[in-house]
């Protein structure tokens, strides 16, 4: 090098060398960084509306008025009791979308340099859960508006709608640290989602979601009822049409409480020997 | 570490207990982590993969203010050994300090004097350029305008200003590895560790990063690179580490390294390649030390004394009925020592360019 440096030390070298060096930030200032990335990215990746969007209107479309019938003995009928399930099928679903995204910036390189800054060690975590809350609220206010034009009535009016979407966020912040944890430990973004969707099906289908258990073999019933996406869904019904009670919204609100102690230790604990 | 155990002892060069594969890891005594020490000093570094030891009893020293190479073929250990040092793999022996702070009991003292520009460009492709390098600034602590203004500083240094609004996803090959290595600056690093800087691109963007490269270290930033390019190593480092198979093999300045060889090289070129295999082992007999020859076919190249050495071993060649289109003398170039070194002409890095 020596006997080569002609180049001269220029201006823009300088000022790119002698910044000063600002006060390290805050664990909460790091995890706004992040989360303004996520918003970033719903700017710049608009298709994604349609990813989280289309899947549960078709459900709530073809439910409707196929099945809607058959089930509840009216369409009208049955959407009173199918949209609350929808709501929680769309949040479930789409808590695999943080595992992806962190499976595609493991692939990428992208969380080495992440892992290498002198940051919160969980803020970029909680940047993907500022991500999928703001998912799970702009997915969740579109179902709910085409479920108030096709003829659902909220009992509960706004505050049971605001207690349904704080339980929503909650069970999607819950289901969301699975994903991040498949994310973490595999290393394609469609695996992920395959595996995803293989675990999520049966817990989906198998609940009070689209029908009345009743009808369902007694060994199915017994799964069904202690299946957390049932409980939630019972709890949102409560919330949003009427008659919720503390101990249903208690019993909805054990999955993520448990879901958020074990796998957020688990995920630090992956993410830092990685 | 164990309890108390070896932080108080001084490790030495040729400290032949931390040559051994038993040792544990520990922490090098304070007074090596003191004001004098250089960018980067490690000991008996050693890292294991199952079976595989992937890095093998590596010391290194890297002066402060110096652009230092670490020269390798493919999965020789270099990303690994870089790894290590960036605190991105933990060592499963041996100690180091990186910008005066122990690897082991300070990794974050460490990552606040480095940054990385890993092998694969790590930004964000769905946000623009400029959107990178904000989250960084801000990751880093610059407040509001301050992080657009040190974005936007460091666009117009690498020559990014104009594609700044894309989004990364657009941006070619040579624009990438200079947006990722602007990244690397958001808070300008003591010790900038560079993974394969310019793998994969075309002549003219490997001129710029080495332009950009060059600019940061004639500004006082010390960097450690890799590279699997002997003519890279040789235009941009002032010392050079060659590592073959995880064990450092060589170390010194580009000119050390080829006096190390042997002061005269003897190339002869065939007029004839159908001649290669008798006119090797004719050589080989003759300067009584392997030869290699060039990947291209018909060039040989070996060690010679002198040029009435050279003189009589052409004048044996042409005896023995081997045609020869050209020969020359000088020094050898680090493709051939590498090749020296390492005595395997399979393993040689490509020369670089392309």
């Known amino acids: 090098m020596s006997e080569r440096s002609n180049e001269p030390v220029s201006a823009a070298w300088v000022t790119i060398a002698r910044v000063a060096r600002p006060p390290r930030p805050s664990a909460l200032s790091n995890a706004l960084g992040f989360g303004w990335r996520a918003v970033l990215k719903f700017k710049h990746v608009p298709e994604q509306f349609f990813d989280i969007v289309m899947s549960p209107v078709m459900f709530t479309l073809l439910f409707t008025f196929v099945f809607g019938g058959a089930v509840a003995g009216s369409a009208s009928d049955y959407l009173q009791y199918l949209l609350p399930g929808i709501l929680v099928q769309t949040v479930v679903f789409n808590s695999v979308y943080s595992g992806m995204g962190l499976s595609t910036d493991l692939d990428k390189g992208l969380f080495d340099r992440f892992r290498s800054l002198p940051i919160w060690p969980l803020a970029p975590f909680a940047g993907l859960m500022v991500g999928d809350v703001l998912r799970h609220l702009i997915a969740g206010t579109l179902i709910l508006a085409i479920g108030l034009v096709l003829g659902y009535r909220p009992e509960n009016g706004v505050p049971g709608v605001v207690a349904g979407f704080a339980l929503l966020v909650a069970i999607g912040f819950g289901f969301g640290w699975i994903f991040i944890v498949l994310g973490l430990v595999i290393r394609t973004p469609t695996t992920v989602m395959t595996m995803g969707f293989t675990v999520l099906f049966p817990l989906v289908f198998a609940s009070n979601i689209m029908v009345y258990p009743t009808t369902m073999p007694a060994w199915l019933q017994a799964f069904v009822a202690v299946n957390p996406i049932s409980l939630t869904t019972t709890a949102l019904r409560g919330l949003m049409g009427g008659g919720a009670t503390l101990g249903e919204v208690a019993l909805a609100l054990i999955a993520p409480a448990v879901l958020t102690l074990l796998l957020a230790p688990l995920t630090l604990w992956l993410y830092l020997r990685r | ?354």
């Open chain 2, 1 to 354: 570490m164990p309890p108390g155990g070896l932080t108080g002892r001084v490790i030495r060069a040729n400290d032949t207990a931390i040559m051994t594969d038993t040792i544990a890891v520990t922490s090098l005594p304070a007074g090596v982590a003191s004001a004098g020490a250089p960018a980067v000093f490690a000991r008996g570094l050693t890292k294991r993969f199952g079976a595989v030891t992937a890095i093998d009893r590596v010391d290194l020293e890297v002066p402060h203010g110096t652009i230092f190479a670490i020269l390798g073929p493919n999965g020789a250990g270099k990303t690994t050994l870089m790894r290590m040092l960036a605190t991105l793999a933990r060592p499963d022996a041996g100690a180091a300090t990186v910008m005066g702070h122990d690897l082991l009991t300070a990794p974050g003292e460490v990552r606040g004097c480095i940054a990385m520009t890993g092998q694969f460009a790590s930004l964000d492709e769905d946000l623009t350029g400029r959107e990178n390098l904000v989250l960084l600034a801000r990751l880093w602590g610059f407040r509001g305008r301050a992080a657009w203004a040190r974005a936007d500083d460091l666009l117009a240094a690498f020559d990014l200003a104009d594609a700044a609004r894309r989004q990364v996803r657009t941006y070619s090959g040579g624009m990438r590895r200079r947006l990722d290595i602007a990244a690397s600056l958001v808070v300008t690093p003591g010790l900038l560790f560079l993974d394969e800087p310019t793998t994969g691109l075309d002549p003219k963007a490997r001129q710029g990063v080495w332009r950009m490269i060059r600019g940061l270290a004639s500004s006082g930033v010390t960097i450690l690179l890799t590279t699997q390019y002997l003519e890279e190593a040789d235009q941009l480092a002032a010392r050079i580490a060659v590592i073959d198979h995880g064990r450092k093999i060589a170390e010194g300045t580009s000119r050390e390294l080829k006096a190390a060889t042997g002061s005269g090289f003897l190339h002869v070129t065939l007029a004839d390649t159908g001649q290669l295999e008798a006119a090797r082992g004719q050589l080989a007999r003759l300067l009584g030390a392997p030869v290699q020859h060039s990947p291209e076919g018909g060039a040989l190249s070996g060690p010679v004394a002198s040029a009435v050495e050279a003189n009589r071993v052409l004048g044996a060649l042409t005896a023995a009925g081997i045609e020869i289109a050209g020969f020359s003398m000088g020094s050898p170039s680090l493709e051939e020592v590498f090749f020296a070194l390492t005595g395997n002409a399979e393993a040689a890095p490509e020369e670089g360019g392309r």
